[in-house]
């Protein structure tokens, strides 16, 4: 149980990386809060729940809270939820992301704009209030980016999200420098082509062949195949692991030829 009793807090946690992240640090023996950003418009039990009660048939602990992690007060409610219900935070998990891909030339500034607050921004706001409350408790803490395999490469129909993935990898880098006295590490999982809502549209069968054709473990990934390393940098671990990156993109990135 290497996340026991820890509180996590993640972002995006109610679909595929996030829900991965968050069942897989309960298993762990985590307390969870996880964000999410609207309820179905179908009505029902929302995604989110779902996830808690998940975590709750597990024997664990967790809850759910609404909010626009673009919106700077989302992370700050996140942060109490987090203290009222389980009493503090130790590891901060900066999972929401939108990619919706379009081209160039004539990107819309609120599209943008939209991308940089949610994926930039809303990471920025999560350290900050995590970081805070951390520090207030003194036992240090882990604060972890999901980034992307598209911090180090392009897209011609991302030019609005992989300087996103960027600059919360940056950010993860100045937050190490500026958090390590208070024993908060800072680091970055960098996913790869990883199947989920985000590129359901996007992965077309011929753009999914060629994508598995250059992942010499000759599959895409799945959101689950993300926890283990999320477990790794926010347990003890990693205690000794700050401003680094951890790339889990099944090999993609370094197949060229
Ligand atoms: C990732 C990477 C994947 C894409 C998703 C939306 O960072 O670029 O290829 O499917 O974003």
Redesign the pocket.
Known sequence: MLLKDKVVVITGGSRGIGRGIALGCAKEGAKVVINYARDPETGGKSPAQEVVDSIHAMGGSAVAVKGNIADPTTSRELIAAAVAEFGGVDVCVANAGI?PFHSFLDMPPELLRETVGVNFEGTYFLAQAGANQMIKQGRGGSIIAIS???KLVG?EF?THYTPT?AAQHSLMQSCAIALGRYGIRCNSVL?G?ILTD??KE??TPEKTAAFNQRVPLGRLGQPDDLAGSVVFLASDMARYITGAEILVDGGMFVNLQ
């Open positions: 990619c992307s395999i598209s897209g991302q993935k996913p082509t985000i590129n996007d992965l």
